[in-house]
């Protein structure tokens, strides 16, 4: 995977969900490992939908309960 700062989507309401590793970003075509994606979990991306879909502070109240 590449730097979200150097790759981000274009324009607003995007979310970019991602794990810092040491190896990251690495800009390989292919990695041996996969560490960075497989550290990504549902609830990570979740988090991001609930945020993009209902709003920061209902996706915080949310994640509280």
Not at 26 to 51: H, L
Request: hydrophobic share 30%.
């Amino acid at each position: 995977p590449t730097g979200p700062v150097r790759h981000k989507p274009y324009g607003e309401g995007h979310i970019v969900v991602k794990k810092d590793m040491q190896c990251s970003p690495c800009y390989k075509r292919e990695c041996r490992s996969g560490d960075c994606m497989k550290a990504i979990q549902v609830d990570d991306v979740m988090k991001a939908v609930e945020i993009l879909c209902f709003g920061y502070r209902v996706a915080q109240e949310l994640l509280k309960s």
